[in-house]
């Protein structure tokens, strides 16, 4: 195994996000826009809090405004689309983010239904979705943009490549096919009850993991020299690492795909983490960009 078949994600980010400050300052200098970001988080899950905490720095750190709305676990869907509904009509924020999950009292499709489609920068409205599919000016779904951005990187022209998703989610999958559609890909989206799904990654230039099990996909599922684009994000227990305090075994995060026997045949793959995981911070902030850009009437920068 050698360091150059993998795809270095967290390295890719940070290039990405310098693109994006270079043009927020640009657009700040020339048009005297200035990208707001507001992100809606309901109730204290951890991971969320630290997700949310993440995207505001990272938007910070970009040169564009971060508005960061916390309420409470009890907060009434009521009042959590009033909310929705402020931010549409504020021109200080380009893009609004909910974070996911919303407790149990709130319906989460009505209220990303709520969000403006100019302003869902998540790219999970149904109007964004049928943009999409249908060539449309769309903001993409974060995650499945950052793999293609990858891709291409790594691959440069996908014309003609045979690629298959295993996964079928409306915030992977079926996104991503519809992207690689676009760059002339030859796409099958799989997911764990396809038959034969084994032969059937064996047969693609192109494998993208997003299931959600632990180390399904095996080495021998990839074809010699494929590219393999691993979204998976499991945690599992690693009794190497010794034991918590609390005496239970300690975990750590694996991918999708059995990476230790993936890395061997794969002509380029990405590791979990570091990979996948660091573009889509990266992607939102971009999004946010081309929502402020279009909102103002100003051509999007190529990104």
């Not at 974070?99 to 709520?114: R, Y």
């Amino acid at each position: 195994m050698t360091s150059g078949n993998i795809i270095d994600g967290k390295a890719f980010a940070t290039v990405l996000r310098e693109r994006i400050g270079a043009e927020v300052a640009r657009l700040k200098e020339a048009h005297g826009l200035n990208p707001g970001l507001a992100v809606v988080l309901v109730g204290d899950d951890p991971a969320s809090a630290v997700y949310v905490r993440n995207k505001g720095e990272q938007t910070r750190e970009s040169g564009m405004q971060s508005f960061e709305h916390r309420l409470p676990a009890d907060t009434a869907e009521a009042d959590v689309l009033a909310l929705v509904e402020k931010l549409n009509t504020d021109d200080t924020v380009n893009g609004i983010l909910v974070q996911l999950p919303l407790p149990d009292q709130t319906d989460e499709q009505k209220v990303l239904a709520a969000i403006n489609p100019d302003k869902d920068v998540d790219g999970f409205h149904v109007t964004n979705v049928g943009r999409l599919w249908t060539g449309g000016d769309a903001l993409v779904p974060c995650t499945p943009y950052g793999c293609l951005l990858m891709l291409k990187n790594k691959l440069g022209d996908l014309s003609g490549k045979r690629a298959i998703i295993v996964g079928r989610s409306n915030i992977v999958g079926k996104p991503m096919a519809a992207l690689l559609l676009a760059e002339s890909c030859t796409v099958t989206i799989a997911h764990s009850r396809t038959r034969d799904l084994a032969q059937r990654c064996r047969e693609s230039d192109i494998v993208i993991a997003a299931v959600g099990r632990p180390k399904m996909i095996k080495g021998d599922w990839v074809r010699l020299g494929a590219t393999v684009i691993d979204v998976g994000i499991n945690r599992v227990e690693a009794p190497e690492k010794g034991l918590k305090e609390d005496g239970t075994p300690k975990t750590k995060l694996v991918g999708d795909v059995d990476f230790a026997e993936a890395v061997e045949v794969a002509g380029a793959i990405t590791p979990v983490p570091g990979g996948v995981g660091p573009m889509t911070i990266a992607c939102l902030l971009r999004n946010t960009l081309v929502a402020a850009c279009r909102q103002a009437g100003i051509e999007p920068p190529a990104i």
